[in-house]
């Protein structure tokens, strides 16, 4: 089964965010806020990610699901908002650049966003940052206030980075994109694979644009 992590117990500035860990080759889900959820990724949406039981046990009911970002649409990220979809009415921000495939399947739900735009959340503004590398239309979420990022899978903590092999991936990409990242000032980070980082994230990220650099 999935675990459900409380995040405020490893910061203060994470209450009513919780971080859903997936079965297998799936990504992380985050949940931000109680009454006006925005979930962060999706996971893969299949028979051992059902994620519903997940969002109910935290109070999520299909009403209060009021938007899903995801970083990219690769389907270990994108398949559960399918799910959410059978239940809710969710926005759905996806970046341009990553709407041609499953996305594109979101109908009247899908939003796209690009470099700049502003999501709103019950906590606080997201800032998509739009980090191509990975797929063309990766993107990151990014609060300055609070300086916390959600980093798809563009960098992950200690130095790993998001790998470039798929159709839309490039590696001079990434690392322009690790760049940008290394650039912003960021404490926390919720990266979509492996464990979130709670202090000093920028360290992780100037890392693997270090290490991606190395490579080209
Ligand atoms: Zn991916």
């Known amino acids: 089964m999935p675990r459900i992590f409380d995040l405020e117990e490893y910061h203060e500035k ?35 990610n059902p994620i519903w039981p997940q969002l109910e046990e935290l109070g999520v009911t299909p009403d209060k699901v009021k938007g899903v970002i995801l970083s990219h649409a690769h389907h270990d990220h994108a398949m559960g908002a399918f799910i959410i979809l059978q239940k809710a009415d969710p926005k759905i921000f996806v970046h341009t650049l990553d709407t041609m ?12 966003v690009e470099e700049g735009d502003v999501i709103e959340t019950e906590l606080w503004p997201l800032e998509v940052i739009w980090t191509p590398g990975h797929t063309e239309g990766g993107m990151c979420l990014y609060n300055r206030d609070e300086k916390i990022l959600f980093s798809g899978d563009t960098a992950f903590a200690d130095g790993r980075y998001g790998n470039y092999y798929s159709e839309s991936g490039s590696l001079t990409a990434i690392i322009e994109s690790l760049r940008k990242l290394s650039e912003l000032e960021v404490d926390i980070m919720m990266p979509g694979h492996g464990s979130p980082v709670f202090k000093d994230a920028g360290e992780h990220i100037k890392l693997a644009y270090s290490k991606a650099s190395q490579r080209a």
Do not use: M
């Open 101 to 112: 495939y499953i996305a594109s399947r979101f109908g009247p739900n899908l939003v796209k």
């Open 14 to 48: 994470l209450k009513n965010v919780s971080l859903i860990v997936g079965e297998g080759l799936c990504s992380n889900v985050y949940v931000i806020g109680k009454d006006e959820a925005v979930v962060v990724d999706t996971g893969v949406g299949n028979y051992a």
